[in-house]
């Protein structure tokens, strides 16, 4: 498994890579894999459970497949995320939640922006927590930004990004993914910190690239966001595969006598 050390070292050798993981049968393929870290992300809620936006994922959920995750994966590093509010009400039942996290299997947290949330990342980082930062579309401001839309475009906004990127490296985050901004945002901000940043619809210039496995696999249906590449036709071959165990069954063909008990 890797470590936060190697995590960090990756900055000056080769990009790092991380997908969603949010089931014990995905963990267990993934486990076999190449990719370095697993991030049991809130975006399950939507993947896993139909909702609309992030904002409805809770602790229990994250907790019960961060444990999932954990069992299926025991050779990765797990990154689970502080669901929305989970950090936001106090500093001690921002850190009960935390540890929660941390004592289904995590290896690690990841929370959402940095405005209110310094004095949290440096008590967790220095107390055996490692944090991850998440800047730019960060999908709990859903209201905020109106929609899932590019941000840091203005020079405001991408200023804020940048210093947000700085004080989250001060207070102790490990890492920083940074998603939907502008390439030469994303560069600058990489470049002004020592923390290896990981994009997700952030450009070539991260120091690694996040994406979630149902869209790498091509399981999502809908209007692919311009950063996704699908790897793998997974609709159509989960489509390809029931049909034919439907004609099979229609055909007297399944099960066959070595598929048979005597
Ligand atoms: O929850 C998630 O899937 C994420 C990634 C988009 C980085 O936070």
């Known amino acids: 498994m890797i470590s936060v050390p190697e995590i960090l070292k990756r900055k000056e050798k080769y990009p790092l890579t991380m997908v969603t993981c949010y089931d014990h049968w995905s963990a267990k393929l993934l486990n076999a894999t190449d990719v370095d870290l697993l991030l049991v992300g809130d975006s399950l809620v939507m993947v896993m459970y139909g909702a609309d936006d992030t904002t409805q994922a809770t602790m229990d959920m994250m907790v019960q497949h961060t444990r999932a995750v954990r069992k299926g994966a025991p050779n990765k590093f797990i990154v689970a995320d502080m669901p929305f509010m989970s950090f936001r009400k106090s500093l001690e039942t921002s850190i009960d939640n935390a540890t929660a996290l941390i ?20 008590r967790l980082s220095s107390s055996g927590i490692p944090v ?35 004080a989250l490296e001060r207070a102790g985050a490990f890492s920083l993914v940074l998603e939907c901004i502008p390439q030469s945002l994303a560069s600058e901000v990489r470049s002004q ?37 699908e790897f793998c036709q997974g609709r159509g071959l989960v489509h390809e595969s029931v049909q034919q165990f439907q004609q099979a069954v229609l055909d007297k063909n399944f099960p066959s006598s070595e598929e048979t008990y005597e």
């Not at 120091?207 to 311009?226: A, E, I, N």
């Open 103 to 122: 004592q289904a299997g995590a290896n690690a947290v990841k929370l959402e922006g940095a405005q209110g949330n310094l004095e949290l990342v440096e």
């Open 132 to 166: 991850m930062g998440h800047l730019g579309l960060t999908p709990q401001f859903i209201h905020n930004f109106g929609g899932f839309k590019v941000q840091g475009k203005s020079e405001a906004a991408k200023n804020q990004i940048s210093k947000d990127a700085v």
């Open 193 to 229: 910190l020592s923390i290896p940043t990981i994009g997700i619809g952030a450009g070539l210039d991260c120091d690694g690239q996040v994406l979630v496995l149902h869209d790498l696999l091509g399981f999502t249906s809908g209007k692919k966001p311009r950063f996704v590449r």
